[in-house]
């Protein structure tokens, strides 16, 4: 057969077409992907994957979800170990995501600024007339912006209410009465819960909408994220993940607390996937398939940095994020703009010192690997588990040597007997001495770590909550030396150390 010279052209553009399509096909075979995601990743997906289990097992946690974006898709999309009741973890798992909650808040307010209904300058009584704090002049001055940037002048040390769970966002703001300053208003960065927790009261009454609804039908509706609650029973029945504690490094199942007060400070419920939809929207600005949640002009003040913080994020150079932390349950939301990347790692373990010790640990090594850099051994840094078989068997012998003492008591009047009364006071102030410096020890060395955010009530009554282990040791090491002490105060007085 004889071909024309547009024969052969149009043949060898046909075997040109054909030789494309097979690469690329071949190609999007061999890429690794994700089982659940179903789509391209740059990074190394298996020693992601490794990395985190070798992470669990190293501290015994429970569950993990991970999500990572790239530009306008889910790149890699993953759940490990449980959600509680035989029940795997899934990227669809809800688990309460902390103080990342703010985000949306800060979201929130930004949509009625963007729409003229809201002044950031402008003071928090002309949305909240009845606003107050315990300074009178410090209240009509704290405005919007003060809020939305924790530079209103108040801090966790400040507020000493301890709310019932089911109090409202507006009996959190009344409570505030009693709030001191403990910087003047604007001048310096001062962490605050419920300084969301008025932004969520203003948002209701600018809108006319409950605070959990007008979220609902304006941030998590166009998202699509259809597996995020404000509502705990409802999260319940779609889910819910158990979350974990631990006691001496084993872990232990915990009821999470749900404050209503507190949902748009710390206590919205979500899952990997939905909050890949929501970290998407916030790294193409605002813009999230065919909805747009802020305009652009919107978007950069959303990010506009004071202090470091936004409205709901904290901002450094080519990163945005935030992190929650709940007394069962850790969050972390990074997004890095210059990359196009997101990553969502929520943790359903949230003894307190997992959240200082193993997440910071797992998230360095999975942002790490997501970003294409070298990720520290697994075996790097102190094990949450072994931190607390530590514990235990240091508690385990303080309670031999309470035994030996106590037991020691049996004979402490008749050698008494032959003491001075200087030494016997001593030796009786010594079991009163020795537990009141530890304490105060302990309590200095979280007060210092804590700083502004430190309050002694709090800590106080959250104790056998958050740091149970911990809440073990001050007893052991304290009570039965004070027991001792008046035991032998008792003995003392009654005249039993005399000579007859």
């Known amino acids: 057969m004889k071909f024309s010279e547009k024969n052969v052209v149009g043949y060898r553009s046909f075997l040109l077409f054909t030789a494309i399509v097979f690469i690329v096909a071949l190609s999007a075979w061999t890429m690794p992907v994700d089982a659940e995601a179903g789509s391209r990743s740059e990074f190394d997906a298996k020693a992601l994957d490794a990395y985190i289990t070798g992470q669990m097992e190293k501290h015994g946690i429970q569950g993990i979800s991970i999500a990572v974006t790239s530009k306008t898709e889910i790149v890699y999309l993953k759940g490990y170990g449980t959600a509680g009741d035989d029940r795997p973890m899934t990227p669809q798992t809800p688990m309460y995501i902390g103080s990342q909650s703010k985000s949306f808040t800060g979201l929130a307010i930004a949509q009625l600024i963007e729409q003229g209904k809201i002044k950031p300058n402008d003071a928090v009584q002309k949305y909240i007339p009845w606003f107050k704090v315990a300074d009178e002049e410090a ?95 409802l999260a319940r029945e779609n889910g819910l993940s158990q979350g974990y504690g631990r006691l001496f490094g084993f872990t232990i199942p915990q009821r999470q607390p749900h404050r209503v007060f507190e949902v748009g400070a710390g206590y919205i419920i979500s899952t990997a996937e939905d909050m890949a939809h929501y970290s998407m929207a916030m790294d193409n600005a605002g813009h999230y398939k065919e909805k747009q949640l802020l305009s652009p002009n919107g978007m950069d003040m959303l990010f506009r940095s004071e202090n470091g913080y936004g409205m709901g994020w904290f901002i450094e150079q080519g990163h945005i994020f935030h992190g929650g932390a709940n007394e069962t349950f850790k969050t972390y939301v990074d997004i890095y ?102 304490l105060v020890i302990v309590f200095s060395q979280v007060k210092a770590f804590m700083g502004y955010r430190f309050n002694l009530t709090y800590q106080m009554v959250t104790m056998f909550r958050t740091l149970p282990d911990i809440a073990v040791l001050m007893i052991v090491g304290s009570v039965p030396d004070y027991a001792q002490g008046f035991v032998k105060l008792f003995w003392l007085v009654s005249g039993k150390t005399h000579k007859s």
Do not use: C
Request: glycine share 6%.
């Open 139 to 233: 209240s009509k001055k704290i405005t919007v912006n003060h809020l939305l940037h924790h530079t209103s002048g108040l801090s966790e040390s400040g507020f000493t209410v301890i709310l019932d769970e089911n109090a409202s966002n507006e009996d959190a703001v009344r409570a505030l009465a009693s709030a001191q300053l403990t910087e003047p208003v604007g001048a310096k960065f001062q962490y605050l819960n419920v300084g969301y927790d008025v932004l969520a009261v203003i948002v209701q009454n600018v809108s006319g909408m409950k605070y959990e609804d007008y979220i609902q039908q304006n941030i998590f509706d166009p998202l699509e994220m259809t597996r995020t609650y404000t509502d705990p029973a």
């Open 337 to 438: 703009p210059l990359q196009d990347i997101s990553i969502v790692l929520l943790i359903n373990q949230g003894y307190m010192v997992d959240h200082y010790i193993s997440a910071p640990q797992i998230f360095q090594g999975v942002e790490a690997i997501v970003l294409e850099k070298t990720p520290p051994a697994v075996s790097e840094g102190w094990s949450v588990k072994h931190i607390g078989w530590g514990l235990l068997t240091f508690v385990l012998a303080l309670s031999i040597l309470h035994t030996r003492n106590f037991y020691s008591l049996r004979g402490w009047t008749e050698r008494a007997h032959t003491w001075s009364a200087g030494k016997k006071i001593w030796d009786t102030s010594i079991s009163f001495l020795i537990p009141t410096v530890i």
